[in-house]
Antibody, heavy 122, light 107 residues
Framework: QALLVQSGGEVKKPGASVKVSCRTS????????INWVRQAPGQGLEWMGW????????NYALRFQGRVTMSTDTSTSTANMELRSLTSDDSAVYYC???????????????WGQGILVTVSS | DIQMTQSPSSLSASVGDRVTVTCRAS??????LAWYQQRPGKVPKLLIY???TLQSGVPSRFSGSGSGTDFTLTISSLQPEDVATYYC?????????FGQGTKVEIK
């Protein structure tokens, strides 16, 4: 049974950066990709990007390119997501989510972190 | 990018009713379509993938169908615990876009 546990909520000022971590357990970390999804208050789900813990390859949604960096630490089975130049529009719950299918095949998300709230406010 | 459009945006039905939610892709995505359930204040949960494959542990009253651009999620007999927002997602390629969601309530 996979488990994804995220770091605590954050409050940031506009223009700052936030780094969110997602510690995994219960499976081989390098076997399945990790995705980041966010949800603004009262809004729908937005896919931000994907990283392969096996290769470090990333694929970012166009609207976040240049502002987001996803990384992994295989020694601790942890995925990280850093978002820079925050604005109030970035206030949201941020989730990590594991690919159901291992490898590089198209995949939905079977296990999710609990989500953490990032609030951007002056 | 391929757009995913769900309908309706919300619906209200009685316990025991058959409920149908539709998802339309702006381009052919074959069967690379998933459905998620998000109960209020909870984490999204994978219900169906490959358009019609039920994820392990999901009740059999949930079913999915479709291929290409038109997909359907059906709840055969609505239960109180099914109150949630349902999202479709295409995952054939990046970006793995979600639909805007369909909120299901009990009448």
């Amino acid at each position: 049974q996979a488990l994804l546990v995220q770091s605590g909520g954050e409050v940031k000022k506009p223009g700052a950066s936030v780094k969110v971590s997602c510690r995994t357990s219960g499976y081989t970390f390098t076997s399945n990709g990790i995705n980041w999804v966010r949800q603004a208050p009262g809004q729908g789900l937005e896919w931000m990007g994907w990283i392969s813990p096996h290769t470090g390859n990333t694929n970012y949604a166009l609207r976040f390119q240049g502002r987001v960096t996803m990384s992994t630490d295989t020694s601790t089975s942890t995925a990280n997501m850093e978002l820079r130049s925050l604005t109030s529009d970035d206030s949201a719950v941020y989730y990590c989510a594991r690919d159901l299918v291992s490898g590089f095949f198209p995949s939905p998300f079977d296990y999710w972190g609990q989500g953490i709230l990032v609030t951007v406010s002056s | 990018d391929i757009q995913m459009t769900q309908s309706p945006s919300s619906l209200s039905a009685s316990v025991g009713d058959r409920v149908t939610v539709t998802c339309r892709a702006s381009q052919d995505i074959s069967n690379y379509l998933a459905w998620y359930q998000q109960r209020p204040g909870k984490v999204p949960k994978l219900l169906i993938y490959a358009a019609s494959t039920l994820q392990s542990g999901v009740p059999s009253r949930f079913s999915g169908s479709g291929s290409g651009t038109d997909f359907t999620l059906t709840i055969s007999s609505l239960q109180p615990e099914d109150v949630a927002t349902y999202y479709c997602q295409k995952y054939n390629s990046a970006p793995r876009t979600f639909g805007q969601g369909t909120k299901v309530e009990i009448k």
